[in-house]
């Protein structure tokens, strides 16, 4: 069974930084993009990122770009999402979702359980 | 950046009705547009990918049609478990893109 368990998320000031991870079992993690999509409170969903499986290749979303990097580690079956210069607007739980396929544009199946970031003073 | 407009926002219904929800795209995805569920304090779940095809354990009576810029996602009975919100995506593009979703509730 596929599981994903994000982690690191809390409540910080508009401007700090904080570091998600997500723990992946259950499947070749190598083998398959992942991305983080986060849902504002009450909101839809935003897609914010995405790596290949190799991790050679990464997309942002334009509001995070220059302020987020996703990341993984494949030895130990985690992604990451670096947040830096956090905003009010990033405030939403963050949500880990693995890829159906290898690279490029994806759908997500299944998805975690989310992680929420507060960024509020 | 391609919008996705979902409508109606909200559809009432009723258990054994049949429900269909659209999706619109501001340009062309081809056959790229994935349907999920979502229910209250869950994490989304895949039903649909590549405009018609069923995620691995969806029940059948969700089905999904379309293509270019339009898109239906049709449930034939809803049955109780199935009132929630419904997001469509498309992967044609980026940046990967989601509408901004369709409530069906119990009338």
């Known amino acids: 069974e596929v599981q994903l368990l994000e982690s690191g998320g809390g409540l910080v000031q508009p401007g700090e930084s904080l570091r998600l991870s997500c723990a992946a079992s259950?499947?070749?993690?190598?083998?398959?993009?992942m991305s983080w999509v986060r849902q504002a409170p009450g909101k839809g969903l935003e897609w914010v990122s995405i790596?290949?499986?190799?991790?050679?290749?990464?997309y942002y979303t334009d509001s995070v770009k220059g302020r987020f990097t996703i990341s993984r580690d494949n030895s130990k079956n985690t992604l990451y999402l670096q947040m830096n210069s956090l905003r009010a607007e990033d405030t939403a739980v963050y949500y880990c979702?693995?890829?159906?396929?290898?690279?490029?544009?994806?759908?997500?199946?299944?998805w975690g359980q989310g992680t929420l970031v507060t960024v509020s003073s | 950046e391609i919008v996705l407009t979902q409508s109606p926002a909200t559809l009432s219904l009723s258990p054994g009705e049949r429900a269909t929800l659209s999706c619109r795209a501001s340009?062309?995805?081809?056959?790229?547009l994935a349907w999920y569920q979502q229910k209250p304090g869950q994490a989304p779940r895949l039903l649909i990918y590549?405009?018609?095809n069923r995620a691995t354990g969806i029940p059948a009576r969700f089905s999904g049609s379309g293509s270019g810029t339009d898109f239906t996602l049709t449930i034939s009975s809803l049955e109780p478990e199935d009132f929630a919100v419904y997001y469509c995506?498309?992967?044609?593009?980026?940046?990967?893109?989601f509408g901004g979703g369709t409530k069906v509730e119990i009338k």
């Open positions: 590549d405009a018609s």
């Open positions: 340009q062309s995805v081809s056959n790229y």
């Open positions: 979702a693995k890829g159906t396929y290898s690279t490029g544009r994806n759908c997500f199946d299944p």
């Open positions: 995506q498309q992967r044609n593009n980026w940046p990967l893109t």
């Open positions: 790596i290949s499986g190799s991790g050679a290749s990464t």
């Open positions: 259950g499947f070749t993690f190598s083998s398959y993009a």
